[in-house]
């Protein structure tokens, strides 16, 4: 008998499915899109189960609007890996499957590559073109250019000739139509272009053949010092899996996919090499989505959300710089893109690479147990020397825009030697502080209690945490003296100073204020590589996969914040970024050196990331992590709750605690610390407080939380505060 039910996920934040009647003459099929009444509204949900019986009354139950789908939307295991995230990061499936969706499907389009409409001409209007059209210019125009080539309705339209004159010369019988899907290209015999292959070294030849002699899910560090040829060796990894028809995934993080990327990629294969991000509207979505699907597209790069596109037989996952911020999702399904990805190798069975200059701890400990297979570059290829490494003590000097003498000494030989400068302050605006000089005040966002920062350019005050704009403050608005000053740093401030200093170079800043036009950063990029400007001011955005071979000096302001954080990460974060801000300087031919201002040089991070390297620092920061029982020796779950009442949020994750407590699951391998103020305790006026969970084991904090959630969200001031729960958190703020 035809099931009579359909079980559906909807894309509501409600942890449970409903139940809807199957009209007759209709036939969802499970892991399918269906609209169906909700309320008011009319949803698009996905068929998660087909059934007989309903817990409701059947009379109840309201009928499915519409089956959208004849056939799964996505592969078998890759619905079981959605199944899992939702599972896994405990966000509720009908919300998963839809965010994993592009939004033209979302939308209710069809899963499918529109039908085109391809016209071409007869013999009897090629008849007709010889004898002439007399007036008919339209007519004339439309069979002239059809008689070159055959066109789709779309490219017709796009030379202004349109549906009527097709229509008209197809009455007389002179053009001819027919359907056609489009993008069906067979790939070319050639996959590759050979001309371009650079001879690998032999560290990059040992990494290619380890991967290439392996088929089956197996998981690789490819830990390479920047500018070691990881991309050269990712390529070398990929032509294989193509050339056995099967498709490859890249991961890459946000910034790092410019046009350059894409276009190393473009002109070694032959085949379509589709780009997925964030940047794309819902049809180039949908089309990239679509030809990774039907096996069109040879190779998908992309950003996180490229990790849930389904393909028609995919043979390899690349994620290149793993240890990324960007690829941890902030808000609703709070994934890791490197450990689903992992995740999906094993479900598909195919082998997954993740790449890296400076492995997150966690990947690198998975290594060093063995767990992954751990493969090395260490040298950079080519010529390129690695760059110098020097501390700056910068206690009691005086600071011009946040530049010492001996930094700016070094900069005007570097700049007189023809090359190029790069420096780094992660702090944009002006300054991060406008204060009174005559009682102390300071302007700061009421909404937030933290400090305005001082914009010059726009003339305005900006909160860095809320958004929040307002005009800038020439007056004290405690003591009324109109002796403001600005306090500390930012890349604008920096700027200006440049000019002043340096007036005969060019100088430019990129930061988020400076790009955020589309486009923009790319250009910035493209002309600093033509040798347009001369010193570069980045924030943290610079760090990421760019290479500037003339940049022979980098300098790092102030960093000196990062060594004294509370967020046990802080001090990973600086020196990833470390160490690939100093792999940008230097290439071939020019070494480079890097500077690093500090009024803490004895500080032991310091010591260890300059006088060795990344590696000898991780091995200390594992130790230490090991020693505090902290990731990766212990797993995390962060509950955060924020509420416009200062009590709200603090009781409500009170009794998170207790119901986490008394669960039996609850065991001697767990602990819970909290609730306490988050870092940015209130943001845009909402309180904010929060709650960590640790346990030793990830099958019992998956436990916990499966069987504490429920009763979690019966807490009756679930529905006063906004809350939200964050397994293996990757910012503590
Ligand atoms: P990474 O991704 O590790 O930073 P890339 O793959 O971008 O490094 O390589 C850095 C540079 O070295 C590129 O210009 C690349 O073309 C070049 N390169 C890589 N491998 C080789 C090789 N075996 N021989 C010569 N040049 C190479
Ligand atoms: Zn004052
Ligand atoms: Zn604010």
Not at 270 to 280: D, I, K, Q, W
Not at 473 to 490: E, F, L, R
Request: overall charge neutral.
């Amino acid at each position: 008998m035809h099931p009579s039910i359909a079980r559906v996920a909807l894309p509501v934040p409600l942890d449970k499915y409903f139940d809807y009647l199957i009209p007759e003459g209709c036939f969802p099929v499970i892991g399918g899109r269906v609209s169906v009444p909700f309320g008011r509204q009319t949803l698009i949900g996905i068929v998660v189960e087909l059934v007989n019986t309903s817990e409701m009354a059947l009379t109840k139950l309201k009928p499915v609007n519409h089956v959208l789908d004849d056939d799964p939307v996505w592969p078998f295991q890759l619905y079981q890996l959605l199944k899992w995230c939702s599972q896994y990061y405990q966000y509720p499936l009908g919300d998963t499957l839809s965010n994993a969706l592009p939004a033209a499907l979302r939308k209710g389009k069809a899963a499918e590559f529109p039908v085109l409409q391809e016209w071409s001409v007869t013999d009897a209007g090629r008849e007709q073109l010889m004898l002439g059209l007399g007036r008919a210019v339209r007519q004339a125009k439309a069979l002239n250019f059809l008689a070159v080539r055959p066109a789709c309705s779309e490219t017709l339209l796009a030379e202004d000739i349109s549906k009527q004159v097709l229509r008209d010369l197809q009455k007389k019988g002179w053009v001819t139509v027919c359907e056609k899907q489009s993008r069906q290209m067979p790939w070319p015999d050639h996959l590759e272009n050979e001309s371009e292959k650079p001879r690998l070294n032999e560290e990059q030849a040992v990494a290619v053949a380890t991967v290439n002699s392996d088929q089956g899910f197996h998981c690789y560090l490819l830990e390479g010092v920047t500018g070691s040829g990881k991309t050269e060796v990712y390529l070398n990894m990929i032509a294989p899996v193509l050339a056995r028809k099967k498709q490859a995934l890249v991961l890459v993080p946000e910034i790092g996919l410019t046009s350059q990327t894409i276009e190393r990629f473009r002109s070694r294969f032959l085949v379509p090499v589709v780009v997925m991000h964030s940047g794309l509207n819902d049809t180039e979505r949908l089309q990239a989505w679509l030809a990774a699907r039907d096996g069109h597209a040879g190779v998908m790069i992309g950003t996180r959300s490229a990790l849930f596109t389904p393909f028609h037989d995919l043979g390899i996952i690349i994620v290149d710089e793993e240890h990324d911020a960007s690829y941890k999702q902030q808000d609703s399904l709070r994934y890791h893109a490197r450990d689903v990805a992992v995740m999906r190798a094993s479900l598909e069975g195919i082998p997954i690479v993740l790449g890296s200059a400076t492995p997150a701890l966690e990947t690198l400990q998975n290594a060093l147990s063995g767990k992954y297979h751990h493969l090395r570059l260490t040298s950079r290829a080519g010529s390129a020397v690695p760059a110098r490494n020097r501390v700056l003590d910068i206690k009691g000097m005086y600071l011009e825009g946040g530049l010492s003498a001996p930094l700016i000494a070094e900069m005007r030989m570097h700049l007189q030697a023809g090359n190029q400068v790069l420096l780094f302050l992660n702090r944009r605006g002006y300054a991060p502080v406008l204060m009174c000089h005559d009682c102390g005040w300071t302007a700061a966002c009421q909404r937030c209690d933290m400090h305005y920062t001082y914009h010059q350019l726009t003339q305005d005050l900006r909160c860095h945490h809320c958004g929040s704009i307002r005009p800038v403050v020439s007056q004290c608005q405690h003591c009324g003296s109109q002796n403001m000053v600005t306090s500390g740093v930012g890349t604008e401030q920096l700027e200006r100073h440049l000019e002043q200093l340096f007036p005969e170079y060019q100088t430019i800043r990129i930061d988020r204020d400076s790009t955020r036009r589309k486009g923009s950063l790319e250009s910035a990029l493209e002309s600093v590589r033509k040798g347009e400007y001369h010193i570069l001011i980045g924030t943290q955005m610079l760090a990421k996969g760019h290479h500037f071979p003339d940049v022979t000096l980098v300098a790092l302001l102030d960093v000196d914040s990062a060594l004294f954080s509370n967020d046990f990460r802080a001090s990973e974060r600086l020196a990833q970024l470390f160490t690939q801000v100093a792999g940008r300087a230097g290439r071939a031919s020019k070494p480079g050196e890097v500077v690093l201002q500090t009024h803490h040089p004895e500080h032991s991070l310091l010591q260890v990331l300059l006088e060795k390297d990344y590696r000898h620092f991780a091995m200390m920061a594992l130790e230490e992590r090991q020693l505090c029982s902290l990731p990766p020796f212990n797993y995390l779950t962060l509950f955060k709750a924020e509420s416009n009442d200062a009590r709200q949020a603090e009781e409500f994750l009170r009794q998170v605690r207790h119901t986490l407590e008394a669960n039996p699951v609850f065991d001697a391998y767990c602990a819970v610390i909290g609730p306490s103020p988050a870092p940015l305790a209130k943001r845009a006026g909402k309180y904010r407080w929060q709650l960590l969970l640790q346990v030793s084991r990830r099958a019992t904090m998956q436990q916990l939380l499966v069987s504490a959630r429920p009763a979690i969200q019966m807490l009756p001031l679930t529905k006063r505060v906004r809350w939200s729960l964050d397994v293996e958190p990757h910012d503590l703020s």
